[in-house]
């Protein structure tokens, strides 16, 4: 599967892809983002084994830069029964151009449209602001929120959202 924008196109994610996501990775787990997420690996190996496992769900999609073949983040599902949830992880260089709302409203119409999938789901902290925006701008309504942790050392308000296509 190729899907492609006026200024991005979008396939499954590769094994071969690595060496991208540990770059996304890193930069992920620099960011101030880091501390509403599981740490992701950042070891040749761990990165490998991760990206095998991505690829192996057949619901990761490595989102490219038309212009010059750059993979600069990508778009994951998570299959729960009859609902979809949303993930998203694009490197901060490519941050402020839109570029995750056209790959996450590509991918969600097209399983909408070519899948049957009329219930998606995401979770973000109530704190990025950014992620909340995004989501209310593909339709998505936030249902509830509660306090989460992963580490029992810090926790922080998640937003639970859905999204129900008619």
């Not at 590769?14 to 996304?24: Q, T, V």
């Not at 449209?113 to 979770?123: E, Q, R, S």
């Not at 929120?145 to 029992?152: I, Q, Y």
Request: a negative charge; hydrophobic letters at 40%.
């Amino acid at each position: 599967m190729r899907l492609e924008t006026s200024r991005l196109f979008i396939r499954h994610l590769n094994e071969s892809d690595w060496r991208a996501m540990k770059n996304i990775f890193i930069d992920f787990n620099n960011s101030k983002y880091a501390a509403y997420d599981i740490p992701l690996p950042t070891e040749d190996e761990e990165t490998q084994a991760l990206t095998k496992r991505f690829v192996a769900s057949n619901l990761f999609f490595a989102v490219f830069l038309k212009e010059s073949n750059n993979m600069i983040g990508y778009v994951c599902f998570h299959k729960d029964g009859d609902k979809y949830d949303l993930g998203y992880c694009f490197h901060s260089a490519y941050h402020l151009n839109g570029y995750a709302y056209e790959s996450t409203n590509t991918l969600v119409k097209y399983f909408a449209d070519k899948c049957g999938v009329t219930h998606f789901t995401a979770g973000t902290a109530i704190d990025n602001i950014p992620s909340c925006k995004l989501l209310e701008k593909l339709g998505f309504v936030c249902v509830s929120t509660e306090a989460v942790s992963f580490d029992n050392a810090f926790s922080f308000q998640g937003g639970n959202f859905v999204l129900d296509i008619k």
